[in-house]
């Protein structure tokens, strides 16, 4: 294994941010002084975090490699810095079985750049009737359960999934949203979506929801996890529920905090997404609740799709960003340089967080450590075109946007997965 | 003046002025014995309506063979929109046919700018799903003029299926950008759950909502509204908000009774009131002709 030695720059050792030269020998970080390096990476200006963790990522593979392959996922996540991924169960054939998660992780191992934590599904094709081999899926590999993007509807059977996958201890990620009141609905339900005469899909859509999870993991006392939470009232009735000790956990992603329902005023379908981008107000507060620490983990909920689907009407366009080659440095703009939390408050969330909400060992840049990183450069501009997008799916409303802030390195297991222009 | 017509935005009120005064040119010509006139030989107008439409469609057709362009036409069947037909693919061949002027229908907003993105000549829009149809509005606005000749200070009452209507939104922008003064009435079921951004005032009473209107617009009831649950079902809506005589008797004595056609009698309005005097539905029709004329007229001169 290489030599690499990583001078000029600052490491975050989960404390603070502090100037320091290392070496990457074995794969584990040193600071003492090596003698015949294989590789120097001068990286002045630059800051090392360790690797990011993306608890939610629309894989598309198998089935539909035209939106995005093994292959382009890999390399769209050590481009934005991630090292792991945890794939949704969307795929075709649904991930509801021990073969899919066998492939998905062999799959993985293959391309080697970076890890895929298969979740699968709590229903057989995601159709909330019948439950899933969620023990053998489990016993395959998978990390958690979710049918994200097709919320279970009938509440008996969602405290069945929920009971069936806690006998075998697995994370349950729920997509909250009453499909019902959601309707035709392509983006929130407001002044946009009555001006425009697009239906919309309204805020009780997913609180009605999050209502109903939160009863359920009351009552059953089983954790359970909501995720991509668009709405201010969404965010507080979970708060209010922890604060009365229901084991519920959220995530946000960086669009919901990043973009509001004024995006889609020109039917711009690169902002359409579900739950669909909400009002400033709800936006403002999500940033509020990164400030003080009380969301749990920001989710890319990376949706790569093919150009094609996007130049659809808004109400036929498919729904979803792409997110992986550029969550952090969206997060660097919105949380960092507009609302000035710096990186070392939020990083967490998407690092180390979601790794210990899936009970994998979190990741501290210290001597002798085996670990996964990414260097950062705060400083430098980029400009997201289709170019610098690894991803299949060029779908983010950024394309032609500047960005500061870029990513230089992604080392995994010791290698350089990513490296900024090779 | 804009190079496209998508929504009653794209219109400043001096143009909006200009239409309805070459709007009435347009309508003595068509009072001739000889109603041809050769503005727009060597133009081709495309006329895409992607979602089924008669009255447009015709009103449209014949205001651009009367100014002597050539006429194309394309009509996507409901079969193919259901296959998600990709309609840049389907511009790029028009396109290749070199077309001055796209008449743009379709049963999705935001389609007329996919065109207008996708295009060198100009988009006027027919109706797009419930965003926005500015001819109609235009025409309304025509009728209303011609009658009334001032617009500021009007009270303008439109009754009906607020929420999915295309027109109304059309016609509470223009309205209220020549200062006349809206007022709403449908139920709740019915109306924008945003409708106090609009600008209007709004009722569920429809006698109170009729009382000094200048105008009343009824706007056509769908029969989905009642399969999607919105409504209960015909007999309810007319009993409240159908334009009955003895509702109408609120209004003021010169009131116009409009509406964009087809009519559903017995529904939204009472054959007697549709063809009372003071209606002027079918008037509507022609003036929509002459707008029409008028609209093309401002385009392909812009």
Known sequence: MKKLYFKNGQLYNGKEIKKSDFYVVDGKITFKKQEKVDEICDIKDCIVFPSLFDLHTHIRCPGEEYKEDFDSVTKAAVHGGFTDICSMPNTKPTADNQPIIDYIILEGKRYNRCRIHPFGSLTVGLKGEKLSRMGLMKKSGAVGVTDDGKCIQNSVIMIRAMEYASTYNL?????????????TGVLNEGEISDSLGLSGVPEIAETIMILRDIEMSRYLDIPIHITHVSTKRGAEIILKAKNEGVKITFDVTPHHLSFTEKDCGSFNTLFKVNPPLRTESDRKFLIKLVKSGKVDAIVTDHAPHAKFEKEYPFDQASVGISGLDTAFSLLYRTLTIEEGIPVEKWIDLISNKPRKLLKIKPITLMENKKR????????????VTEKTIYSKGKNTPLLGKKLKGKIKYTVFQGRIVFRDGG | MKKHLITIDDLTKNEIMSIMEQGKAFKEILSRPIKKIPTL?????????????????LSFELAAKRMSADVLNFSASTSSLKKKESIKDTIMTLEAMKIDIYVVRHGFPGVPYIVANNIKGSVINAGDGAHSHPTQALLDLYTIWEK???????????????????VVRSDINILNKMGANVTLCTPKTLLPRTIEKFNVKYTFNLKEAVKNADVIIGLRMQKERQDSGLIPDEVEFNHFFGLKPEIVANARKNVL?????????GVEIDGEVADSENSVINEQVTNGLAVRMSIFYHFVEG
């Open chain 2, 148 to 166: 009334f000749g001032e617009l500021k200070g009007l009270n303008v009452t439109i009754v009906g299926d607020v929420k999915y209507s295309r």
């Open chain 2, 41 to 57: 030989r060597g133009k081709t107008i495309g006329l895409l309506f992607f979602e089924p439409s008669t009255r447009t469609k």
């Open chain 1, 171 to 183: 994370f349950i990620m729920d997509h909250a949203e009453d499909i019902n009141i959601t309707g």
């Open chain 1, 372 to 383: 996964d990183f990414f260097v950062f450069n705060p400083k430098e501009k980029w400009t």
């Open chain 2, 257 to 265: 009774i409009m509406h964009p056609g087809p009519i559903n009698r």
